[in-house]
């Protein structure tokens, strides 16, 4: 059995600051941390770490050389993951001192990728195999119809949740 991950990866930028910015307000940082994210990475190496085969199907930008390293260390293929010519995906994530945060996600070349190249990733799933998903990416849907087709079973994460007016 083999999982397909098919979510994003984000290079995750965390800014101290003693309380969140109201509109219009400068306020500078007491320090500044970063790190691999994004809710598709962080469930293949979770999965990795939990001992399954896991197949990552995703794409990073032009800037995205470190993380791919940083998957790779911690266990996750490279092999699915495309290289595209605009930025990765990232987050600015301000966190205030009594520890409340405020988002703001770039998507970059997590939804940048082509539905061509997710086929092509996609045509060996089968029988027994699992395709994940999340909503930092483009193409769900071709994603999870192709993963039907071949009789794979399909697990969809909806976070971030994105309720529709």
Not at 19 to 47: C, F, R, W, Y
Not at 82 to 93: D, K, V
Not at 144 to 162: D, H, I, K, T
Request: proline share 2%; charged share 15%; aromatic share 6%.
């Amino acid at each position: 059995m083999t999982v397909y991950n098919f979510g994003s990866i984000n290079a995750d930028y965390f800014y101290q600051v003693r309380h969140i910015p109201a509109p219009g307000e400068t306020l500078a940082a007491t320090d500044l941390d970063q790190g691999l994210g994004g809710k598709g990475a962080n469930q293949s190496v979770a999965m990795v770490q939990a001992g399954a085969d896991v197949v990552h199907l995703g794409a990073v930008g032009r800037d995205g050389d470190w993380l791919l390293e940083r998957l790779v260390a911690l266990g996750v293929a490279r092999d699915s993951i495309a290289r595209l010519s605009c930025a990765s995906g990232h987050a600015i994530i301000t966190v205030a001192a009594d520890g409340e945060n405020a988002i703001t996600l770039f998507s970059g070349a997590n939804t940048a990728m082509s539905e061509a190249q997710l086929t092509q990733w996609l045509a060996p799933i089968g029988a027994g195999d699992w395709l994940v998903m999340q909503n930092e990416t483009a193409h769900q849907l071709h994603a999870a119809r192709m993963a039907r087709a071949q009789a794979a079973r399909v697990v969809y994460s909806a976070a971030p949740f994105e309720a529709k007016a």
